[in-house]
């Protein structure tokens, strides 16, 4: 069983379109998030959702909107593609987000998107 | 603000060489540590987590120990294999960061048989 899964796993568009990478998870969290890899492997965190309200929103260009339409789904839609956002998306999960420390996450696999 | 410093990779090392990753970091607070593992084409997963000061997390042969006085968290292990090739990430997480995981850079490790 897949506790928290992406799609698509791999996504190749032109600059200037629009698309969307969904995320679910099956493991009763409350919070979800995303996260940007980029080529060097560095790792930064975009949005956090608890309970479908935003709780983190990093500095990401208005062109990335996520909607959680319930707390197991979590969805990154991006306007207006750019070259730079090329990068591989994780989607992840925890319990909640309590600041007792232990917040262990739990990741997708990833979404592979190439802007040409 | 928070932040991770793992030392730069790429590592190779051959099968059953010791490993050490460093990682230091700075917060405030007091945060949790942990280390994330990235296998080729797969997500991040949880290898090992301490939650307070002189804790040790341990799993699969690797441990870590949270140094509040070095402020470090480095990863070691006694015997490498060719199957823990892969990515390793040092995080801190806890303390005033609402769920939010900093990551360090990543170090890249590659075991030759």
């Known amino acids: 069983d897949t506790a928290v899964s992406q799609t698509p796993k791999y996504l190749v568009t032109q600059m200037g379109n629009d698309k969307s990478i969904k995320c679910e998870q099956n493991l009763g969290h409350d919070t979800m998030y995303w996260y940007k890899q980029d080529s060097k492997k560095f790792l930064k965190i975009m949005f956090s959702?608890?309970?479908?309200?935003?709780?983190i929103n990093e500095t990401v260009p208005n062109r990335f909107s996520p909607k959680s339409p319930d707390k197991a789904h979590l969805n990154l839609h991006i306007n207006s593609l750019e070259l730079g956002d090329s990068a591989v998306y994780f989607c992840?999960?925890?319990?909640?987000?309590?600041?007792?420390?232990?917040?262990?996450?739990?990741f997708g696999a990833g979404s592979r998107l190439t802007v040409l | 603000g928070n932040s991770v410093t793992q030392m730069e990779g790429p590592v190779t090392l051959s099968e059953e060489a010791f490993l050490t990753i460093n990682c230091t970091y700075t917060a405030t607070g007091y945060p949790s540590l942990f280390w994330y593992v990235q296998y080729p084409g797969e997500g991040l997963q949880l290898l090992l987590k301490?939650?307070?000061?002189?804790d040790k997390g341990s799993n699969k042969g690797f441990e870590a120990t949270y140094r509040k006085e070095t402020t470090s968290f480095h990863l070691e292990k006694g015997s490498v294999q060719v199957s823990d090739s892969a990515v390793y990430f040092c995080?801190?997480?806890?303390?005033?960061?609402?769920?939010?995981?900093?990551f360090g850079q990543g170090t890249i490790l590659t075991v030759h048989p």
């Open positions: 995080a801190l997480g806890g303390g005033t960061s609402y769920g939010k995981l900093t």
């Open positions: 959702y608890n309970n479908k309200e935003l709780i």
């Open positions: 301490a939650t307070k000061a002189d």
């Open positions: 992840a999960s925890s319990q909640d987000f309590s600041s007792s420390g232990a917040n262990v996450l739990t």
